[in-house]
């Protein structure tokens, strides 16, 4: 079955770094586009960023901007997310999710989901 | 940006009930809509994909219509683990957006 395994949050103070991974298994992950969306507790849900299958294009929400980066290994079937220059803000659950093209003339979506990894920005 | 806009906040039915659930968005996104289900302490789960396609495994009671700005996710007859969070998401344009999400809770 689909797994996808975050690691790398905790607890970081404002203007601080931290770099999220993603690990996934029984899937090709070199054929897939990932992405990362995140959850700020008690709230909903936020995309963050996605990269594409060969990591030649990537894109951001606006509020991450210059600050995170999105990258990915295929050789160790992992995608992470550099997160730098931390804001309270940024406090939340990031998920890391598959993309998938469902439908031949359709769009794509997030068809796994990891269980999450916690970072909160705190002094 | 895409704004979607969901209605209502919340939803309070019993099981058994039909439930509407409406997802507005600020500009046309053609079919390019998705629909996901959360439960409490979990990840969110894809249900509908493209406006009106199940996703993998999802009972037939859920189902998804609309095009251009107006969506609705419409649970037939709601069973007790239906209840939980939904929302919407955008994938026509640059960023991807989500609604802010409906809570369908047990009346």
């Known amino acids: 079955e689909v797994q996808l395994v975050e690691s790398g949050g905790g607890l970081v103070q404002p203007g601080g770094s931290l770099r999220l991974s993603c690990t996934a298994s029984?899937?090709?992950?070199?054929?897939?586009?990932m992405s990362w969306v995140r959850q700020a507790p008690g709230k909903g849900l936020e995309w963050v960023a996605n990269?594409?299958?060969?990591?030649?294009?990537?894109y951001y929400v606006d509020s991450v901007k210059g600050r995170f980066t999105v990258s990915r290994d295929n050789a160790k079937n992992s995608v992470y997310l550099q997160m730098n220059n931390l804001r309270a803000e940024d406090t939340a659950v990031y998920y890391c999710a598959r993309d998938r093209r469902l439908d031949v003339s359709g769009s794509f979506y997030n068809d796994y989901w990891g269980r999450g990894s916690l970072v909160t920005v705190s002094s | 940006e895409i704004v979607l806009t969901q209605s209502p906040a919340t939803l309070s039915l019993s099981p058994g009930e039909r439930a509407t659930l409406s997802c507005r968005a600020s500009q046309s996104v053609s079919r390019y809509l998705g629909w996901y289900q959360q439960k409490p302490g979990q990840a969110p789960r894809l249900l509908i994909h493209d406006a009106s396609n199940r996703a993998t495994g999802i009972p037939a009671r859920f189902s998804g219509s609309g095009s251009g700005t107006d969506f609705t996710l419409t649970i037939s007859s709601l069973v007790p683990e239906d209840f939980a969070v939904y929302y919407c998401q955008q994938r026509y344009k640059w960023p991807v957006t989500f609604g802010q999400g409906t809570k369908v809770e047990i009346k």
């Open positions: 990269i594409k299958e060969d990591g030649s294009e990537k």
């Open positions: 029984e899937f090709i992950f070199s054929s897939y586009w």
